[in-house]
Nanobody
């Protein structure tokens, strides 16, 4: 299983970016997909998650500015980031809870390689 993230970059405060992350490999089901951010010198923190039925959860700091969505047919999760602030600067990692095979009841955590988002003031 691989998670390939893309869409990061450098943007001015107030600007927008859209991150994408596609899961490939042995996949029976993906229950939860999400994005986590890790700022320099800080721990990785939840930004947003979305379940297979579309239920979403956001960090308070991004509510009203970021929107998470997913395309189940493409095994892809998106993060639309609007009204970006310098404090949003971080490496953003996509995450998925995956059940790889029908005969395996457990689900496992998988992470993408991270994509840098830098917001200048």
């Amino acid at each position: 299983v691989q998670l390939q993230a893309s869409g990061g970059g450098l943007v001015q405060a107030g600007g927008s970016l859209r991150l994408s992350c596609t899961v490939s490999g042995s996949i029976f089901s993906i229950r939860v997909m999400g994005w986590y951010g890790q700022a320099p010198g800080k721990q990785r923190e939840l930004v947003a998650t979305i379940t297979s039925d579309g239920s979403t959860n956001y960090a308070d700091s991004v509510k009203g500015r970021f929107t998470i969505s997913r395309d189940n047919a493409k095994n892809t999760v998106y993060l639309q980031m609007n009204s970006l602030k310098p404090e949003d600067t971080a490496v953003y990692y996509c995450h998925a809870k995956i059940r790889p095979f029908t005969w395996v009841r457990n689900e496992y955590d998988y992470w993408g390689q991270g994509t840098q988002v830098t917001v200048s003031s």
